[in-house]
């Protein structure tokens, strides 16, 4: 899209609006297409491919949630999102909640054995299970964790990887 098209400026809060745009979008053409045929249109046709498309590919063969098998630590203040929310979300896409920091240094914390179903099978990310979140655009910044099985991750990512259904590697 051109610069300011339907109020876009560069950058990637602008990908993200354009993103939305175009489901909201999709989803008019849905209702639309059902209104003129006045029968109810296959939803598939006018899903936007990507993240809602392997989600919804997932939930039919009845595969693991995204997040099925990990942990999640959410660590200090959050600003874009609140840290409820992001409790929600990760509870929805099948992450259980921790109520303490993990420790990457504890044996108990390395011995565990289950890897993560949708990370790529190979990176050295599927072995990890336990995320502490923190929101990269708050005062707060906690030292960098990436030990074994827990790794630290900023609540973008967390985000990113439900918008397109991905255990997305985290940048170091």
Not at 47 to 56: I, T
Not at 146 to 172: E, H, N, Y
Request: hydrophobic share 30%; net charge positive.
């Amino acid at each position: 899209p051109e610069e300011g098209a339907a109020g876009l400026e560069p950058g990637p809060t602008a990908a993200r609006r354009w993103s939305s745009w175009r489901r909201s979008c999709a989803a008019r053409a849905g209702v639309k297409a059902c209104l003129e045929s006045r029968m109810c249109e296959l939803e598939e046709k006018y899903e936007m491919p990507g993240g809602p498309q392997r989600s919804r590919l997932n939930r039919e063969q009845l595969l693991p949630k995204l997040f099925d098998g990990c942990y999640f630590y959410f660590e200090g203040t959050f600003k874009r999102h609140s840290k409820d929310e992001l409790i929600k979300l990760a509870k929805a896409s099948g992450g259980q909640i921790l109520n303490r920091k993990p420790k990457p240094d504890s044996d108990v914390t390395q011995t565990i054995n289950t890897v993560s179903y949708h990370a790529r099978p190979d990176s050295d990310q599927r072995f990890c299970t336990q995320y502490i979140i923190y929101d990269a655009f708050s005062n707060y910044h906690p030292e960098r964790v990436r030990q074994g099985k827990v790794w630290m991750a900023p609540s973008s990512w967390f985000i990113d990887c439900l918008m397109s259904f991905q255990v997305l590697p985290v940048t170091k």
